[in-house]
């Protein structure tokens, strides 16, 4: 569980705790007593005639940070910024976390410790060097304990997540879709855009990433990648698209276009 503020550009989830003529607050889920304020210009790209039409108190939200002022304790947000596509990824991501949270508590309990001594003493180490507290325990079952090797984790607690780990964690993987527009006025250009395609694929960095590319019609090609989560994925398909990008225009003269398809 974070702890401190979020920064400018993050996308989190929370509750709305209330709501006024002028904005609503929200609860953020991922930053204990910490809330934002989403102002009615931010809720909706239209025109708003009553705020309480377009969000309402205890829903949940997914919002965009706009502006962090710590020593005010001032978090704005925006909803109005936030992509469907980043809505179901952090919604995805903060049902991750809390089950992995779960998993971290069994750990504890089977160690004769709190969920606040895990954090403290394994959990914040964890979730810096993997990034998501899931993705460690996923990490456990594909690699054993030496996934925690290089980490300075006790090792009662890598064999008790290990353990978790096996008996609750079943991979599965998600799909992310874009479309790719190359163009060349080289004579070759059919054999140029797919030498330029086959280098962009090795900008993927990960093994457990699957990017399949489909001819769909001049100048267009669909970009699919399979990854086990939704930021991994994102990430392989925004690099192996501007790879390409970068690389028609540089090396072949041409021009290269991406558009990232919403499910």
Partial sequence: MKSNFPEEGDIVIGNVS???????????????????????????????????????????????????NPNKNQIDLSLKRVTDQQKRAKVQEWKRFQRAEKLL???????????????????????????????????????????FEDMDIPKDWTEELYKIAKENIELSNVKVDGMLSLSTTEPDGIKVIKKVIKKAIKANPYEDVQVDVSYIGAPKYRLEVIAPDYKSGEEVLRSVANEAIKDIVKYADGKGDFIRIEE
């Fill in 105 to 147: 508590q069994f750990a504890s309990e089977k160690l004769g410790k709190s969920l606040e001594d895990a954090w403290k003493e394994v959990g914040y180490t964890i979730e810096e060097e993997f990034g998501e507290l899931y993705v460690a325990f996923e990490s456990l079952v594909i690699e054993g304990e030496e996934a």
């Fill in 18 to 68: 209330d709501v006024k003529s002028f904005g609503a607050f929200v609860e953020l889920l991922e930053y204990p007593k910490k809330e934002g304020m989403v102002h009615i210009s931010e809720v909706s790209s239209g025109w708003i005639k009553n705020i309480r039409d377009h969000i309402k108190k205890g829903q949940r939200v997914v919002a965009k940070v706009v502006r962090v």
